[in-house]
């Protein structure tokens, strides 16, 4: 594997461990992580590489308005890029090639978290997600993120972290040796034939589910994503199957929460991803919506939504009223 690493993120503790942990890589050293991130590899035969750097910039956003549990939401970066490769995933156009960067200033990140979280109103819950850059819990091999974020998100009071994942790896936080207060570990599910077919690289459904069932068993809160439902010829006999199986295999009232979703892009990025990959057949399976998202149709949707439901009642739709 191929390291690059910026020169400011040479001494930070976690670019070490890092080092340590691939001994055998060539690393290459450089003045700015865009200078390498930056670049347009389309048309290159190129592997993915590491690059280890230091984040300058903001790295809390706030999230749309009930994107998930509470109105007040917001995205933290630690990292850029997926160790996985989902056919539909937003990264695959958001950046210009799928080299993944790990930010190694973990205490300047803790203390933007931090300010942003003591202008917060006291009396409301916040949600802070992690994984909407990279899959954290598949990258943590790279970032030894739950050591550092899980611990540091429990001394506050009335904010949640999400740590979303379709990784089995749950060595990390049984590696914790407690159990966290503030930290949910949300499973994104899909049926197993389109894991195969759109999810490459990521862990099967069955390990999932066996992961799922460990946490749950050592009381680990553990909320399910099912998304991105994907509107595939015969979906309403393939997600009913996927339902049964799920019911049959999750004691669903151990999990804490459950949130449904389908495809979901602005117009903008819709327009980019079919541009990129004109053979994505689940692209041409969506619409422009009235609420100017390119998704499913509001009958398909509402199909879905109505299995989840059943399965249970209180899953959350998103970005539905």
């Known amino acids: 594997m191929i390291i690059y690493i910026e020169k400011q993120a040479l001494e930070y503790e976690q670019t070490k461990k890092i080092i340590e942990k691939f001994k055998n890589s060539s690393i290459i050293y450089i003045d700015n992580y865009k200078n ?10 190129s592997k993915k590489a590491l690059i280890i750097a230091k984040l300058n910039s903001n790295a809390v956003s706030e999230a749309p308005a009930w994107y998930g549990h509470t109105k007040s939401a917001f995205f933290f970066k630690t990292s850029l890029n997926c160790i996985f490769d989902c056919d539909y995933c937003y990264l695959k156009w958001a950046f210009k090639n799928e080299n993944m960067v790990v930010f190694v200033n973990y205490d300047d990140i803790k203390k933007q978290i931090k300010e942003k979280i003591d202008t917060l109103d006291k009396n409301e819950i916040h949600w802070f997600y992690s994984s909407d850059y990279s899959d954290i819990l598949g990258m943590d091999v790279l970032s030894n993120f739950s050591s550092e974020f899980v611990h540091f998100f429990e001394q506050f009071d009335n904010v949640k972290m999400e740590i979303r994942t379709k990784s089995a790896n749950i060595k990390p936080l049984l590696d914790l040796w407690f159990i966290p207060k503030n930290t949910e570990i949300a499973f994104s599910l899909n049926p197993q034939i389109l894991i195969d077919k759109y999810e490459k690289a990521t862990s099967s459904l069955d390990a999932r589910i066996e992961s799922i069932n460990k946490l749950l068993s050592i009381w680990f809160k553990v909320w399910i994503r099912f998304l991105p439902l994907l509107p ?3 979906y309403e006999e393939i997600y009913g199957d996927f339902v049964e199986y799920v019911s049959k295999n999750i004691n669903m009232c151990d999990i804490n929460s459950t949130f449904a979703s389908g495809l979901l892009y ?28 390119y998704r499913e149709s509001k009958k398909v949707r509402d199909t879905f939504y109505t299995m989840f439901k059943n399965l249970d009642n209180k899953c959350i739709l998103c970005l539905e009223y």
Do not use: A, R
């Open 36 to 45: 390498i991130f930056d670049k347009d590899y389309t048309n290159l035969d």
């Open 266 to 293: 602005t117009k903008k990025d819709y327009n980019k991803i079919l541009s990129k990959y004109k053979d994505l057949d689940i692209l041409h399976m969506l619409e422009l919506n009235s609420d100017w998202f």
């Open 232 to 234: 595939v010829k015969n």
